[in-house]
């Protein structure tokens, strides 16, 4: 069996082809698809993604059994690109069966494997997926910055300046380590302040401050290793809240913030093993896709999966 995976974020795509579940090629763009910002571009998406499509199957004389793609703000997409985005990569790869999801769905199956559990995702935001593989499904958080994301990079990187502006301002519970990383790194908090009220990435720009707060924590600083605590605390939360009733009680865990520091992953690992059993991700979004795909083939994808499917059977969402 012949599938193909695509992990797709604003800022570029990531494809792989695999051979029974074994990626034998791989390929990405750093190309803007825009997708999951306000206005997706449904024709700047298909020119991003189908190339690379392309180029996996150039050469390949058996046929494509299925694709999975996985895509940052899923739930944004609008009905011209659900309909678009299929039909293109179904033509560019020469199968009719197409997965679309969330790059969450991915992240699941690609940490966790094709069954019932919870993962949680933690980079500059945060949300966990549970589901017990019957057709139960949870979500938890992904709420964005300015309400959610709780643990997240975001999250994490705005505690640390408002504890370093507490600081600058004498208050209890600043911490004067992160007001020398913040000046250091960003000039006058002021100039600071006044720049993230009007930037549209200002979200991007706490959570580069979580090595700050990672660095000052190995330092000894103890605001920065509590808020790395909690941070972990809130995750660990997260994920078990994600574990619908039922459902095996395992978590596993993606994204760049678990490895801000062992304060985050002890706080993370103890919450979460108190009540579910944590297992080590077994692969990356891109290997989720292709689980996916394969699930899709096969049709052996659970109901009620937060998906959009093509096949020939039904040439409907699913």
Known sequence: MLTIGLDVGGTGA???????????????????????????????????????????????????????????????LGDELRVRLPQALAEAAGTPVVVLCSDMLTSYAGALGLRGGAVVAAGTGAVALGSDWLG?????????????????????????????????????????????????????????VRDLAGRDDRAGVMAGFVPAIAAAAQSGDPVAAGLLAEAGTQLATSALAALPPGAPREIAYTGNLFQAGPALWDAFATTVTAGATLR?????????ALRLAQGAAEDALPPNAPLHLTRPSTASPR
């Open 14 to 76: 990531r494809a792989a082809l695999a051979r029974d579940g074994v990626i034998i090629a791989t390929t990405s763009t750093d190309r803007p698809t825009r997708i999951g910002s306000g206005g997706v571009d449904a024709a700047n998406a298909v020119a991003v993604l189908t190339p690379l499509v392309r180029e996996l199957v150039t050469g390949r004389p058996a046929p494509i059994d299925a694709v999975g793609a996985g895509l940052t703000g899923f739930a944004l």
């Open 136 to 192: 139960a499904w949870h979500r938890v958080d992904g709420w964005g910055y300015l309400l959610g994301d709780i643990g997240g990079g975001s999250w994490l990187g705005r505690a640390g300046m408002q504890a370093a502006l507490r600081a600058s301002d004498g208050r209890p519970g600043g911490s004067p380590v992160l007001l020398a990383a913040l000046t250091e790194r960003y000039g006058d908090p002021i100039a600071l």
């Open 280 to 288: 080590e991700p077994g692969g990356s979004a891109v290997d989720g």
